[in-house]
């Protein structure tokens, strides 16, 4: 079964939708322009079972068949659903609703645009028809003269002099002041592509400080530098990467040559691949290098030491710390011809 709402200039919107919107904002579904109407008023919802109406967040609320409503509310056939100064009639398609009147609850409410004059007017007239004493209808008749009186005898020059000309520094309604054309200049500062590139690379390269990924961060550290040279974090947390990068280097080659001495070779030589490991971190484009190797190598020999196997071939001129990498390097060398690798040394050698 299809139903429909009934505006008051007779308008039908067929409710073809499982969620209908109702509010004076263009992107809701039910578009109602007028003042009193919230930009997100009223919810419908069309179920198996039947259509239910909800308030949107409106401060106002809405009413239904007279009655004020606070939550979700089922409809039924013919009732008028009043938000703001707008009623609504909810109808099955096609018919005639059997009732069209507003709730009075909110048809005794100002309408938009009602003036002081006449609503003192018409209050005195009420008070006339419904056998009100004299002195109420002196005072409302009495106030009603008065405000005309005002409005009427006001100069126009104090009028063209008391409002504000576009442009100015006067304050606005409510004692709200205009912000400045250089208000959000001032208060979010612009950044460059690059500026934000170099932001989101050190983000990232700090994740990974903190997970100890020294290799990843110290790569995000540059690319952050690179995009942004004036990125003074990335330059002092690619200070201290390197820094701890090389304890972790002095500590493996130190605990390697200790291990060699003590002819404890397959350590020596794990030890001596750990800082060599680390040092391929800081030469550029090595590191992602050896990772491709190290996995050929281990898939073509089924071997785990895959990566150990292709730092045989690093190029310690390039990197940082060459003495470092030139030792540990003679290490894992020694300690894998001891172990009967006297080819595979050959290989990488030549």
Known sequence: MAFELILPDGRRFLLQKDWVRVGRADDNDLVITNATVSRYHLNVYVKADGVIAENAGSQTGFFVNNESVTEAKALTHGDVLYIGNVYITFTRAGETPIRRRPPQAAASAPREGTSLYSMASQAAVKGVRSGGNTTRIIMYGALAAFVAFMVMSEDPATKEKSAPKAGSDAPLAFGLQPLPPDAFIKNHLLRSESEMRAEGKFQEGLQDYYNQNYGRARIAFQEAAEFNPQHAKSLEYLAKTDALMLDTINSAIRDAEQSYGLGQLRRARWQAAQALGVISQQIPGYARKLAQEADIEAIRRNLAQGQEESLLAIPCDQSLHKEKC?????????????????????????
């Open 326 to 350: 030139n030792t540990a390097l003679k290490i894992l060398k020694e300690s894998r011809r001891a172990l009967g690798d006297e080819d595979l040394i050959k290989r990488y050698e030549q």
